[in-house]
């Protein structure tokens, strides 16, 4: 069984950084892109961006390059988000996805993140 | 690369039907055969019910149906049923390779 199981919420101090995962099992990990899409508060899906663990091919939505890192250590099936230092706009829902094609087949089931001072 | 436009929000009575349409521009939804769509109830994540424009997940009811023309992708949804009342989002892949949501849209069950 295909699953995706990130880690748990989060709250942090405008200014902290975070690293938040994604673990991804029941398949091969290196053979399909993950992305990061933020849920804000109310608010509708974004793609953050995506990568491919077979060789760390990265790309970033335009909104979020230079505001996230995203990574992922194929020797233990999973990617991460990462912030340098967070804002409280930062605060959002966020889901780990596979990509099938051109398409998302599997999401994991959240990591809520909550910036506030 | 600004999202797709998508209507705000769309109502039906059970056993109607409904469409939400997602428009885009040549450099996503009419560009590619790459458009996907999603249910999302509140607190969950959310849904594939449609894929590569007009493709159904196994599982997925076949009142769920896609389609495109030009830059504007279709979802319908058929006999329409309490269960369906959630968010729907709309996805396409993008000239620049990072794929984009459309701003989503409520669907109510009157």
């Known amino acids: 069984e295909v699953q995706l199981v990130q880690s748990g919420a989060e709250v942090k101090k405008p200014g902290e950084s975070l690293k938040i995962s994604c673990k991804g099992s029941?398949?091969?990990?290196?053979?399909?892109?993950i992305g990061w899409v933020r849920q804000m508060p109310g608010k509708g899906l974004e793609w953050m961006g995506i990568?491919?663990?077979?060789?760390?091919?990265?790309r970033y939505s335009p909104s979020f390059q230079g505001q996230v890192t995203i990574s992922a250590d194929k020797s233990i099936s999973t990617a991460y988000l990462q912030w340098s230092s967070l804002k409280a706009s930062d605060t959002a829902m966020y889901y780990c996805?596979?990509?099938?094609?051109?398409?998302?087949?599997?999401w994991g089931q959240g990591t809520l993140v909550t910036v506030s001072s | 690369q600004s999202a797709l436009t998508q209507p705000a929000s769309v109502s039906g009575s059970p056993g109607q039907s409904i469409t939400i349409s997602c428009t885009g521009t040549s450099s996503d939804v009419g560009g590619y055969n790459y458009v996907s769509w999603y249910q999302q109830h509140p607190g969950k994540a959310p849904k594939l019910m449609i894929y590569d424009v007009s493709n159904r997940p196994s599982g997925v009811s076949n009142r769920f149906s896609g389609s495109k023309s030009g830059n504007t992708a279709s979802l319908t949804i058929s006999g329409l049923q309490a269960e369906d009342e959630a968010d729907y989002y709309c996805s396409s892949y993008t000239s620049s390779s990072t794929p984009v949501f459309g701003g989503g849209t409520k669907l109510t069950v009157l």
């Open positions: 029941g398949y091969s990990f290196t053979s399909y892109w």
């Open positions: 990568i491919y663990p077979g060789d760390s091919d990265t």
């Open positions: 996805a596979r990509r099938l094609g051109y398409f998302v087949d599997y």
